[in-house]
């Protein structure tokens, strides 16, 4: 924890942000009712998130880094604590040649793209001040 004991107004400013965004989504009634591929109930009332079992990490991409597509939450894994995922990017000067779009794909695969499915996708640019945020389980993304 040594970035605790390092002073900067711009982490104390990220930490409130995120805080105030756990507490909007916890117990957040529109969530309610939500299914998964298979057309089973995710959730019966919105969940408390707390933040001892919240994670946050900082990442930096070097040029043609990059995660292949997967989920967030998997099930029978440790991951399958995780209930949404939020992404805020940082970048100052992002240009279309710097790459690193978030690609989510809005086609009805986990991991994979199914046999037979035609791809889908849609591009977010991670431009600074971007915010994206998505169930983990749900939402397949590179």
């Known amino acids: ?3 605790k004991d390092v002073p ?16 909007s989504l916890s117990g957040n009634t529109i969530l309610d009712g939500m299914y998964d591929r298979n057309g089973e109930e995710l959730i019966s009332a919105s969940p408390t998130l707390d ?9 930096y991409y ?18 399958v604590l995780r209930s949404y995922s939020l992404l805020l990017y940082l970048n100052d000067d992002w240009k279309e040649q710097d790459g690193g779009c978030l690609r989510i794909h809005l086609d009805s695969g986990g991991e994979f793209l199914p046999p037979g499915d035609e791809q ?9 001040g971007t915010l994206v945020l998505f169930r983990s389980e749900l939402i397949p993304h590179e």
């Open 51 to 59: 933040p001892k079992l919240s994670e946050l990490l900082y990442a």
């Open 8 to 23: 900067s107004s711009s982490r104390k400013q990220l930490y409130e942000t995120l805080d105030g965004i756990r507490t």
């Open 120 to 128: 889908k996708f849609i591009d977010v640019k991670p431009e600074g």
């Open 62 to 79: 070097p040029k043609g880094g990059f995660y292949k597509r997967h989920v967030d939450a998997v099930k029978n894994s440790a991951s």
């Open 1 to 3: 924890n040594r970035l």
